[in-house]
């Protein structure tokens, strides 16, 4: 047995960390992009780091996923075509697909290692979504991909790093121009949006980019453990105010109907996700502040 190590996270400044003991390494490589990491934890199980930041654990993978994936799908109701940027370990891919009215989902990942290690070390997260035939991978950039595709989405998905890596990109005002301009109407755009409470301006830039782009930006949130200080933040765009607010009665129909299975999603998570308390709120109006050291450069 590999004598145990202790990873600690490298992601809000040099101010607080989380440390994870690493039971197992199973992988520690350097891609051309950024540098992987894959470890067992006790309590999270197999856990993928990039640029020393957390992604996603097996333990608690299904909350992060579920919710970025099942709250626009099921506030559309008829989305055939999904767009994820990133997501390169599959689990949004895996819910995505759960659906049965999609026909196909094409995964934008800027980083093949990402997949592969993934498929290796971690096949309880994607359980096969890649092998599906109605997975479409494209390796490019995001923006690259959303700038040039002919293709049209009904719902996209941005399951990023943080912006300090090479994911910075998809935290830009073109790159969500482009998203809109790819979505059918009625199209929803989410993206996963860091933890308000460790990273306020992330939210608060992301809320206000986006309003320059879709008539109405929400916001949405599910605590990950293994993301740590608290609830982390999503946020919904659409140009259709009615899919916000999609009633309780309609989504249980159409999660009932659906057959589609979960441990953390279900239409009244659904609902309640989007109360967001005041600071969250506020944050959501707010001007982004400028950018320090502790903030990531954001
Ligand atoms: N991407 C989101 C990681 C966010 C980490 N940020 C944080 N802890 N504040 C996860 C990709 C999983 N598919």
Not at 204 to 212: D, H, K
Request: charged share 25%; hydrophobic share 40%.
């Amino acid at each position: 047995m590999n004598e145990a190590r202790w990873v600690e996270e490298k992601l809000h400044g040099a101010t607080v960390s989380q440390r994870l003991r690493a039971d197992r390494v199973l992988l520690d490589r350097k891609s051309g992009f950024q540098e992987l990491l894959v470890i067992e934890n006790p309590i999270f199980g197999r856990t993928l780091l990039l640029d020393g930041v957390v992604q996603t654990t097996e333990r608690d993978e299904f909350i992060y996923h579920e919710m970025l994936a099942h709250v626009p799908l099921f506030a559309h109701g008829s989305a055939r075509r999904v767009l994820i940027i990133g997501g390169g370990d599959g689990g949004t891919l895996e819910e995505v697909l759960k659906h049965p009215n999609v026909e196909q989902a094409t995964l934008v990942e800027i980083d093949e290692t990402v997949i592969a290690a993934s498929r290796e070390h971690l096949p309880e997260i994607a359980k096969g979504a890649f092998d599906d035939p109605r997975a479409r991978v494209v390796i490019e950039d995001g923006l690259s991909f959303v700038r040039a595709t002919g293709d049209r989405f009904d719902v996209v998905i941005i399951d990023s790093t943080d912006p300090q890596g090479p994911g910075w990109r998809l935290f830009t005002t073109a790159f969500y121009t482009h998203c809109r301009s790819r979505l059918n109407p009625g199209g929803i755009l989410v993206a996963q949006c860091g933890v308000p409470f460790m990273q306020p301006n992330e939210l608060s830039s992301v809320a206000c980019r986006l309003r320059q782009v879709f008539r109405e930006v929400s916001a949405y949130r599910a605590a990950v453990p293994s993301y740590y200080g608290g609830d982390m933040a999503f946020v919904f765009a659409t140009d259709d105010a009615a899919k916000r607010r999609t009633p309780l009665d309609v989504l249980e129909r159409r999660f009932e109907t659906s057959g589609v299975t979960t441990r953390y999603y279900l239409p009244e998570v659904h609902l309640a996700a989007f109360a967001l308390p005041r600071f969250i709120r506020d944050l959501m109006a707010s001007r982004p502040q400028p950018a320090t050291a502790e903030s990531g450069g954001f």
